[in-house]
């Protein structure tokens, strides 16, 4: 008999919608999420502010010395108030750039903060996820119990995302399964397993270091797919936003 695709990739995505994200993960995920979609941004508005406060203290020291020439009388009046005008023009554009840098800054502090808070749904954009990060997910949480006439199904979780997935509601426990894949998918990241290893256990969830690989596998892969720019944040600080309509495909079939 031939199973639908569509339907066992729903009935798939159903079974993962039961699943969230436990809040113990959030400190870890803040860094990881910051390490995706803010790190980069955020020290580029750093180094602009620091070029900013650097221009504001070169136009008052410009006019500190005018001020003591001013004094001695070595700097005329009408010299003097020129350029008092000219420095204070200069200084007021730079404290505007410097308010609305700081308004950028905080732009993305909450967006990330509320990321954080929305990850917890972690599988909601699962059928957005491009075939390769499917079958990954799908290796981690395989499907059991495969019933080909109605196309339903359950699913085992990997022994490590065992400690951070939670179900929404209390269905009973599943079924674990241990994987070794200690393959690692983000090279360049800047969350070590040693570092995850400390947060996990500050949050009274201890992992050995191949539990850690495959969390933070797990989680980058799950940052990456995430919309960071669809974040809601207060209407107040939102100086842009980015309306993109995500487009589902329920034809691709994981496994």
Known sequence: ??????????????????????????????????????????NRYLNNRKLLVNQLEEQQLVLSKARKLFVIDKLKFDDFKELKIECQAICDGLGMELTSNGIKLKLLDQQLKAACRDFTDIFLNYLDFDIVDMKKIVSLIPPISVNIETATLSVS???????????????????????????????????????????????????????????????????????????????????????????????????
Not at 161 to 170: A, E, N, P, T, V
Request: zero cysteines; glycine letters at 4%.
């Open 1 to 42: 008999m031939r199973i639908n695709a569509d339907l066992l990739n729903n009935n798939y995505n159903d079974r993962l919608q039961e699943l969230r994200l436990s809040t113990s993960v959030i400190e870890l995920v803040g860094l990881i999420l910051e390490d995706i979609n803010v790190s980069a941004q955020k």
């Open 157 to 255: 979780i990997n022994n490590a995302l065992s400690k951070i997935l939670l179900y929404k509601k209390l269905f009973g426990r599943s079924e674990i399964i241990d994987s070794h894949d200690r393959s690692i998918y983000f090279n360049d990241r800047k969350v070590s397993i040693k570092r995850a290893i400390t947060i996990m256990a500050k949050n009274n969830i201890q992992i050995n270091e191949g539990e850690g690989a495959i969390i933070l596998d797990f989680l980058y892969l799950m940052a990456k797919n995430y919309n960071f720019n669809s974040t809601k944040i207060p209407e107040s600080l939102s100086g842009y936003r980015t309306n993109e309509k995500r487009s589902k495909n329920y034809s691709k079939l994981a496994f």
